[in-house]
């Protein structure tokens, strides 16, 4: 029988991706055989007590890999190793440490294919976004070495009698853990600073998403990073991370995550005096003004909570919508969101692939559930059209548009971490500024107006970290990235950073000139 183009067309399709996702897996299998290891002081290693756990594909719910599952004596050997390594890594001239991290983001450059196939066979983005994601990570350590030899600037602050002076100084060990989300990405945005600031990491990546931790290690040691600066130890968070937040060898935690694991680990970091930076959940709002561009923003708030299977910290998962452009926009808005093209993850026209988990879908389906229940409307979305072509064990959601949404249902409240917008129209300024900021977090608003007073005033009254005016999110790594109120502590970005993984010491030193107090009398 004669196929159709299209026919035709998408049984290419779907050959293309079947040969990427076997070369994933191939991938996967030479790197993890039988076991994904450990990397500590340098080498690969099993967990001391021969414990793992199974890491399954999102895509269709079959066996990726076993990780090595780490326990507080391997969180211990990789802390040791971090320490031995710390006293001569903080010693290195900083234009060699530029070196070694310049080097480290051409070699991941040399191995984006290889970093984007392994990372959407273990989180389900799509190769779409996830071929940009070695190139993410390279940026992060370039822009970092280019900084190492300003970390340690401080200022001076002279006066007639004395010269104060600051320098900062590395923390020390530091341990780094990371979210699922995007694993990658986001181990390069902590790590690369850490690095470049002298400190040595132990990094724990989440076990729903192990794989490129272990390459990322892998490849810095390749080419040339000193064993011990940078070591991995799998495992689960309630065992190997508060293990991690427990060491006493470990002087800083760097976290993103969710806000109630923040919580826990500032409690489990009190005894030893954690430092500690969370970059933490969101609900970030979109306020659209009716004079705001209409096209550029619809193009925005799809991007902004669709993108990334709606698994982004910054998602804009709460739409303001002035009234009187509400049903014009919702309905653009539902259009939009059919069109979005879900399905294997491994195919480079899917722009929604598998949600990580099956709790994660469970979660994100009860969400809705619980809203349609409260009087919402689910516009679109769901089971996708073509859920029979796809693996009945993968995580599907198509794309959905809810509207009525009142501000007291938990999918107005709470991170729902998928690719869900929950939609409430707005009177006025005020209006929308109170729904805004009525949110226990706080890490973006976007804000679409072409009202130049307004952008300015909503601006500097939001409750958030970053405000983002007629603009997706555009990161400039010499910026503050983070958090107020439940969605973090600290900043990311150039400065930020330094201040983090460093001790800012002040030296203060007397021109001898200045009468010194005296007390008591001697003979002399
Ligand atoms: P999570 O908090 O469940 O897990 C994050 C990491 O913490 C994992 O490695 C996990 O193993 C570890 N962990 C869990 N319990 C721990 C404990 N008691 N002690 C130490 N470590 C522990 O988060 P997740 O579900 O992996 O990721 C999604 C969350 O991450 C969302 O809330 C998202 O908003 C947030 N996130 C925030 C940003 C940001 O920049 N603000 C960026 C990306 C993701």
Redesign the pocket.
């Known amino acids: 029988m004669t196929q159709s183009f299209t026919e035709r067309s998408s049984n290419h399709i779907s050959s293309v991706a079947d040969t990427k996702r076997q070369h994933a897996q191939t991938l996967i299998d030479a790197m993890a055989t039988p076991v994904l290891q450990h990397v500590i002081a340098g080498r690969s290693c099993p967990s001391l007590n021969g414990e793992v756990f199974s890491n399954f594909s999102p895509f269709d719910g079959s066996l990726l890999n076993v990780t090595a599952a780490g326990t507080a004596a391997d969180v211990h050997a990789a802390s040791l190793a971090a320490n031995a390594a710390f006293d001569d890594w903080r010693k290195w001239p900083a234009a060699r440490r530029r070196d070694v991290l310049h080097a480290i983001a051409d070699h991941l450059e040399a191995h984006a294919e290889q970093i984007a196939l392994i990372e959407t066979a273990d989180t389900g983005q799509p190769l779409k976004f996830t071929t940009k994601t070695a190139t993410r990570g390279a940026e992060n350590f370039r822009y970092f070495a280019d900084l190492c030899g300003q970390a340690a600037d401080g200022h001076s602050y002279p006066t007639e009698t004395h010269l104060n002076y600051t320098m900062r100084t590395p923390i020390g060990p530091v341990g780094i ?6 694993p990658f990405m ?1 181990a390069t945005w902590k790590i690369a600073p850490a690095l470049a600031s002298g400190c040595t990491v132990v990094h ?5 998403s192990p794989l490129t931790a272990t390459l990322l290690a892998t490849l810095a040691l390749e080419v040339g990073l000193p064993v011990g600066v940078l070591n991995v130890v799998h ?4 065992t ?3 293990a ?2 427990q060491e006493p060898l470990i002087k800083a ?1 760097g ?8 919580s ?2 500032m409690a ?1 970091g009190a005894k030893s005096l954690k430092r500690v930076h ?5 609900k970030s709002p979109v306020v659209v003004f009716d004079d705001a561009n209409f096209e550029r923003a619809l193009d925005a708030v799809s991007f902004m909570v669709f993108s990334l299977n709606g ?4 998602a804009g998962s709460r739409l303001l919508v002035q009234e009187s452009l509400h049903d014009r926009f919702v309905e653009r808005l539902v259009q939009r969101a059919q069109s979005i093209r879900v399905g294997n993850p491994f195919d480079p026209a899917t722009e929604v692939g598998p949600l990580i988990h099956a709790r ?1 879908l469970d979660r994100v389906r009860e969400f809705c559930q619980s809203a349609e229940q409260a009087g919402a409307v689910l516009r679109c979305g769901g089971t996708p059209s073509n859920a029979a072509e796809l693996p009945s064990a993968g995580h599907w959601l198509a794309p959905r548009v809810v509207s009525a949404v009142t501000p007291d249902m938990g999918i107005a409240k709470e ?1 729902v ?1 998928g690719p869900v917008l929950a939609v409430m129209p707005f009177k006025d300024e005020a209006h929308a500024l109170a729904l805004a900021n009525d949110s226990r977090y706080g ?1 973006s608003t976007y804000l679409w107006t072409s009202d130049l007073g307004r952008a300015h005033r909503l601006a500097r009254a939001f409750d958030s970290g970053m405000v983002w005016v007629n603009t997706e999110i555009s990161r400039n790594l010499s910026t503050p ?3 107020m109120k439940e ?2 502590i600290g900043r ?1 970005g150039g400065n930020w950073s330094f201040d983090f993984y460093m001790e800012t010491r002040n030296v203060c030193i007397g021109l001898d000139t200045h009468p010194i107090p005296r007390i008591g009398k001697d003979s002399v």
């Open positions: 853990i990371t979210p699922w989300n995007m986001l724990k990546p989440a076990e729903w495992g689960l968070g309630e190997t991370g508060q991690l937040t935690i976290f993103v995550g969710g806000t109630s694991t923040g826990h680990i489990q969370f970059e933490l959940g969101g698994q982004r910290c910054n994660q991170e971490f890490l990235f983070g958090g969605s973090g990311d």
